[in-house]
């Protein structure tokens, strides 16, 4: 695909992701180098701003550490990042962007995403909240937007990518947005929908939106 047929948020990544791939001396076309979204985050973080991250598993918080110990405004904590939640917010700055990656080991993960939403808007209403989860139960999926709905949500919104067909075990993911910026659905929207067709590995391959709490 042409730079010039890319949506701007995939032409972004990839700009991000092909200078990240150089600065680690990759002189070849192929890529070999990925950043990870710690590093992604910190790459448009712009100096005034902070970054917090939580990693539960020591050897990970150990990388982690390392390979922020020379970046201004980025701190790295060996905890658990629900309960963090608690810890940072309300920042001074009264606004944020708190990213929940979980690694859904837990059999109550879903529950632990919702509670660290309820007491994340509990303490930062405006605060924008972004949460990664797997699309392999659709029942699970549907049960954790019953949950969060229950806690009289602000303007929310879940951007669906379905690639795999449905026989397979995980056939996507999705990312929920409590409190989406200004514009970010019209932009998720042909984000998804491009995905959805370079990524296609089967029959029925889409991306969704899905407003839990529409705009007003």
Do not use: H
């Not at 076309?29 to 902070?50: I, K, M, N």
């Not at 991250?53 to 201004?72: G, I, M, Y």
């Not at 700055?93 to 007491?119: G, S």
């Not at 029942?139 to 879940?158: G, H, N």
């Amino acid at each position: 695909v042409g730079a010039e047929a890319l949506p701007s948020g995939v032409a972004d990544y990839l700009k991000q992701v092909r200078a990240y791939d150089r600065r680690e001396s990759n002189a070849t076309a192929e890529p070999r180098f990925y950043p990870g979204s710690p590093t992604l985050v910190s790459l448009v973080t712009r100096p005034q701003e902070r970054l917090v991250l939580c990693e539960r598993q020591p050897d990970e918080a150990a990388a982690l550490k390392e390979r922020f110990q020379f970046t201004d405004g980025a701190q790295v904590r060996e905890t658990d990042g629900y309960g963090a939640v608690r810890a940072v917010l309300p920042p001074l700055e009264k606004r944020a962007l708190v990213l929940i990656d979980p690694p859904f080991e837990a059999q109550d993960e879903w529950a632990q995403i919702v509670a660290a939403v309820k007491d994340g808007l509990r303490r930062l209403p405006g605060g924008v909240y972004a949460v990664w989860y797997p699309l392999t139960e659709r029942a699970k999926v549907d049960l954790f937007f019953m949950e969060l709905r229950r806690l009289a949500l602000p303007p929310t919104l879940a951007v669906e990518l379905v690639v795999n067909p449905p026989a397979a075990k995980m056939v996507g993911c999705g990312l929920l947005i409590v409190n989406p910026p200004w514009k970010f659905a019209e932009e998720a929207a042909e984000t998804v929908e491009f995905l959805a067709k370079v990524l296609a590995q089967g029959k029925g391959a889409r991306g969704d939106l899905i407003w839990l709490v529409p705009e007003k």
